[in-house]
C-alpha cells in the first residue's frame, strides 16, 4: 500500500478538476457514507484512531461523539473547517487546498453527515488568496454537480490574525467580532458557533476522512507508529535545509531522516544545531535528539510535541537569543490582549531578550525571563501564550551557556555574524495600526 | 455602474445566519473599494450596510492584519520576516527592498506607488524567502532577485 493517503494521486493527475477526482474514486466514499447511520461513520474514525492534525491531537471521532443530538439540542448544528493556518513553519493545509481541494469537500461533508448538520464553514486564512481561489473553484464545481445534498458550504476569509487558528478565536472572528479567545466550557461542540453545536476541525484532518473510510478504519490505523500515532502526516520541512517542503509520510520516522534522507541535509557545509519539531510554539530539540520518531509518544518522552507536523531545522550559525527574541516578538504581536499573562508577559519577555541580546542584562533576569515563562504558562483562556512561554524557556535551558555568555561577554557572542542578526520585526513597524485623523487627505 | 456596496455587503450577509459575520467579508471589499485602506467614511458604509455602529466596523479592523487604516501605495511589498524565511536571509532581502524602494517597512514611497511592509509568517515557510505582492506570494525570493522585481513592478 502506497504510504500517501492525504496528497494520494496528485503527483499523477490535477485533483482539482472534479472530474480526475472523480476518476480516482472521489466523492464514492461520500455516497456511501450517506447511506450509513452517523454512529458507524464515526466507528470507522474511532477505529482508525484519527487524531487532530492541527496541533491538538485530540481524537477526531471522540469530537464528533461530544455533539449532541438534535433531540438534545434543537438548534443547527456547524461544521468548522479550521484553514486558518498560521503556526510559523507550518504550510500543510495550503498544499492540500492548492492540490487536493475536493477531498477536503468530500471530508467536509462527510463530517457534516456524522454529526447531522447541514452547514459548513471552511475559514481560510486571508494571506492564502491561491488556496482560496482553488477552493472556490472546486466548490462551485461540486456544488454544480449536485454533491452538496442540501448542505450548505460557506468559504469565509480571514484578514491576518494567527489567533483566529485557535477554535474559540475562530468563531470568534467568525461570528463578526474581533478574533478573540473565548473562555471555555462550554466547548465548542455544546456552544459553539451562534452558540450551537459545532464541530472544529483542521484541513489535514477532514482531507484524511474519505481515505479512512475507503481503506476501513481498522486497515488505516496499522499505517504509522500505532496505537496512537496512526496514519500520515503532511510534514512541513522548513529551515536550514537542502530541500524544504511538504513530505507526506507515515508517523514514526525519524527527525534524522528526514532532514537528511528527504531534505537533502544542511546546505553550505554547515552542522545542525536544532530542530524545532511541530511549529515555532514548540519546545527545541538539541542535534543530540534527532533520532526520536516523529510521533507523540516518542516526542511527549522528550517534553516536546509533534504539533502541526512542522520540522524547522537551525543551523550552527543560529544566536538562540534572536531565535527566542523573534519567536517571542510574533508572539507578542498576535496576542489578542484578553487575557493578562499573555499579552504583558510577551512584551516582558521581547524587553528581557532584547536587554539579554543588547548585553544588558544580569544573570538574574535570565532567571526572570524563565519566572516570566512560568507565570504565563496554563493560565490563559487559550494556548497563545503557552505558544511564546514553551519554546523560549526550551531555549534557555538547551542552550543555557549560550544565554549566559550574552551576559558575560556584554553582548552576542556571534558577533553580527548570526544568521538571524538584525532581523526585522512587524512589532517593529511604526506604522502598524496607526491612529488616522479625520480629515488627513488620503 | 458597479453595484452599491450595500448590495454587495447584504447578499454576501444572507449566506450567514446572522448578518454580523459578513463584517470582514465587507470591510474587504470597502478597502478594495477606497483603493487599499479604509478611510473613516468605509465604516460609516460598513456599518449601514449591516446594521452595525461605524465605531464597531473600525474596532474590527483593527484586530486584522490585512485592513489597512491608512494609505497605502499602488503595489503593497510584503516581505516575511519570521524564523523560518528569517534563517534563510530574509532579512536581506527586505534590506534589498529598503535599498531598491528607498523607503523603510511600514512607509510608503512619495510617489504612491509602493508601501513596503515586513509581516508575519504568511506559510511558504519551505520556500524562503516569500514575499507577497499584492497578495500573490511570491517564493524562494533572493536578496539578488529584488532590483528585478521592482523593475518588473514599476512596469505593470
Known sequence: ????IVLAGADERDLTQLGEYRALGGYAQLERVRGMAPADVIGELNAANLRGRGGAFFATGRKMQFIPGAEQNPNP??????????????????EIMNRVPHRLIEGSLIAAHAIDSQHVFIYIRGEYLDAFETLR??????????????VTIVLHRGAGAYICGEESGLLESLEGHRGQARSRPPYPAISGLYASPTLINNVETIATIPKVLELGGAEYAKIGAPPDSTGTRLFCVSGNVVRGGNY?????????????DLAGGI???????????????????????????????????????????AVIVVDDRACMVQLGLRVAQFYMHESCGKCTPCREGTRWMVQLLEAIEAGEATHSQLDLLLDVCDRILGKCLCP??????????????????????????GGCPFGGESSLDGLFAPVDQHTHHPVVEEGVPA | MPRPLADQVRAIAAQYPESRSAVMPALRIAQERHGGWLPPEAFEEVGEALELTPAYCKGVATFYDMFHLAPVGRRLVEVCTNICCGLRGAQEVLSAFERALGVQPGETTPDGEFTLRAVECIGGCGWPTVVAIDDRH???????????IVQELRHE
Not at chain 1, 500500500?1 to 500517501?4: I, L
Not at chain 1, 448544528?77 to 495550503?94: I, L, M, Q, W
Not at chain 1, 472546486?138 to 454537480?145: G, S, T, V
Not at chain 2, 511570491?138 to 528585478?148: E, F, I, K
Open chain 1, 1 to 4: 500500500m502506497s504510504d500517501v
Open chain 1, 77 to 94: 448544528h456547524y461544521v468548522c473547517v479550521n484553514a486558518d493556518e498560521s503556526e510559523p513553519g507550518t504550510f500543510k493545509d495550503r
Open chain 1, 137 to 150: 473553484a472546486a466548490l462551485d464545481e461540486a456544488r454544480k454537480a449536485e454533491l452538496f445534498d442540501g
Open chain 1, 248 to 260: 507526506e509520510l507515515p508517523m514514526g520516522i525519524t527527525i534524522r531522516e528526514v532532514i537528511y
Open chain 1, 267 to 309: 546546505p553550505d557545509g554547515r552542522a545542525l544545531k536544532a530542530v524545532i519539531p511541530g511549529g515555532s510554539s514548540m519546545p527545541i530539540l538539541t542535534a543530540g535528539q534527532i533520532d526520536v520518531p516523529l510521533e507523540h509518544d516518542a516526542l511527549r518522552a522528550l517534553d516536546t510535541f509533534l504539533g502541526a507536523a
Open chain 1, 384 to 409: 497563545l501564550g503557552d505558544a511564546a512561554a514553551m519554546p523560549v524557556a526550551s531555549y534557555v535551558v538547551k542552550f543555557r551557556d549560550e544565554f549566559r555568555a550574552h551576559i558575560d561577554q
Open chain 2, 138 to 148: 511570491r517564493l524562494n525570493v533572493t536578496a539578488g532577485d529584488v532590483p528585478q
